[in-house]
């Protein structure tokens, strides 16, 4: 999406510059001035579905991030094993503080992140804008809408003048309809077209004014310029952001006015003062009234437009232009087009993202910097073998669990008398030093209870509190001795 956006950024402002030189430098008529700003205000909505074979440069590194974004989170997002290896854990050789490679990783996945949550923000300010743009226009095509339902037929001579008139530029006659608090004749074209006329305009058979007005209108129609008017709107809803935009759909509807303006003059040869006068009485009305929708091919006559109406004025008493585009800017027009609609593809280096980078394995550099090995442990009384008994005791949250597997070496009967003998009176022995043990603690919780209420007393809040939270743990007396098959075993923690 990121790219597409650029790239038609780029294009359009290129290819509008272009147009903009034309229209300055040339005398083309108004005809073929209009074909090419519709040409830019199609490359505004042209998805990329046609694309150039060969590629085009992304400095910005746009395409990356879309199929990036686009992909699986898990590859940005840093294992526990890539964290334990970068941080070192602590029962391994050779850990320490991450290398450059693993910082550079981070910052790098850091500043993706950042982009990638801009972007997302500014996608939903985009989609809010277009959908309030929609709105507003749904809005005022709605109150439109149902002031067309409330006009009534216009009377027998300005339907039979639309008539005539309609058939000199080769239509089929439009419907008129008589519509209040209307400032100029206009053309609705939601659905089957219709000239929708004043109340306020008279409608004398020898005005020269009105005919003028109507061929107007009616050559909007023969144009299809309402059609135009869905793709501003199209365009529009995307594009509402862009400065250029407006600046493209401003001149297009210029060049629209004056084409149909030509075909006032090419109907009405006689009539050019007449409809110079019919256009200054309705710019007058139109400072006083209120604009009409963006999608309704009207008069085109805006507050604050002095300066197309003066160029439309010009042109109406000394100029005259041709209505229809020759074959030689239709075939130039052709060429620009293929030339400028279809999109460019990107480097294959830059559709493919990076993989997610490994993370570093700590291993020492040289054998003189490894730590001394730690002294092996004592050798226990009895043999470690893999079978036939395992015994699982459960120790505190800090440590593991430890197994212990061993098999006892084979006596005669007496010895095995006297090793149960013993057992018996270890597992007996055992049994009262933890009834001992037991009683013991629950003294030692009932002084440390004393101990930290006389702390609360004596105002010595942090004694106090390191009491409570000792007591709150459990492991009163509890981290110094734990059983193994009937053997105490002390072992207290660091």
Not at 156 to 182: E, K, N, W
Not at 281 to 298: D, E, K, Q, R
Not at 318 to 344: H, S
């Amino acid at each position: 999406m990121a790219w597409w956006l650029f790239q038609n950024v780029v294009m359009t402002t290129a290819l509008a510059a272009t147009v903009w030189v034309i229209c300055r430098a040339t005398r083309i008529g108004p005809v073929a001035r209009h074909a090419l700003w519709l040409l830019v205000l199609v490359k505004f909505v042209t998805p990329p579905l046609v694309v150039w074979p060969w590629a085009a440069p992304d400095p910005l590194g746009l395409a990356a991030l879309d199929i990036r974004a686009e992909g699986p989170l898990e590859a940005a997002v840093p294992t526990a094993e890539g964290i334990a290896t970068a941080e070192g854990s602590p029962g391994r050789v050779g850990s320490g503080a991450p290398s450059d490679s693993a910082f550079a990783t981070n910052w790098q996945e850091g500043r993706a992140r950042v982009t990638s949550s801009t972007l997302s923000w500014l996608i939903w300010v985009w989609a809010a804008g277009g959908v309030g743009l929609v709105v507003f226009e749904g809005v005022r095509l709605a109150r439109l809408a149902r002031r067309v339902k409330r006009a009534v037929p216009a009377d027998l001579t300005i339907a039979a003048r639309v008539a005539d008139l309609s058939a000199r530029l080769g239509l089929r006659p439009v419907p008129v309809l008589t519509m209040p608090f209307a400032t100029s004749p206009m053309v609705w074209c939601l659905g089957r077209p219709r000239l929708l006329w004043p109340v306020s305009l008279t409608a004398d058979s020898t005005d020269a004014c009105v005919d003028g007005v109507l061929v107007h209108e009616l050559a909007h129609v023969k144009r299809r310029d309402h059609f135009v008017g869905w793709i501003e709107l199209a365009a529009a809803v995307v594009w509402w952001w862009n400065p250029l935009f407006w600046f493209v759909r401003s001149a297009l509807r210029e060049q629209a006015e004056l084409a149909c303006d030509a075909w006032v003059i090419s109907a009405l040869p006689d009539g050019r003062r007449a409809y110079a006068e019919s256009l200054l009485a309705l710019s007058g009305a139109t400072l006083h009234g209120t604009p009409s929708p963006s999608m309704v091919a009207v008069i085109g006559i805006r507050p604050g437009n002095r300066r197309a109406l003066e160029r439309r004025l010009v042109m109406i008493m000394k100029g005259r232009a041709p209505l229809r585009l020759p074959l030689a800017g239709l075939l130039a027009l052709v060429l620009i087009a293929a030339m400028t609609l279809p999109a460019f593809a990107t480097d294959s280096s830059q559709q493919t993202p990076p993989p997610p980078p490994t993370p570093p394995v700590a291993t020492p550099t040289a054998p003189q910097e490894l730590p001394p090995p730690p002294p092996p442990p004592p050798r226990p009384r009895y043999s470690l073998t893999p079978q036939p008994t395992t015994r699982r005791v459960a120790t505190s949250p800090q440590r593991k669990n430890l197994s212990i597997e061993w098999t006892r070496p084979a006596l005669p009967a007496d010895g095995n008398q006297l090793v149960e003998a013993f057992e018996k009176d270890v597992q007996a022995i055992q049994e009262e030093i933890k009834r001992k043990v037991d009683l013991r603690r629950e003294e030692l919780v009932k002084a440390l209870e004393v101990l930290q209420e006389q702390y609360t007393k004596a105002g010595k809040l942090d004694e106090a509190v390191a009491i409570r939270d000792y007591l709150r743990t459990g492991w009163v007396g509890r981290d110094a001795w734990f059983d193994v098959n009937g053997r105490a075993w002390n072992v207290r923690r660091k």
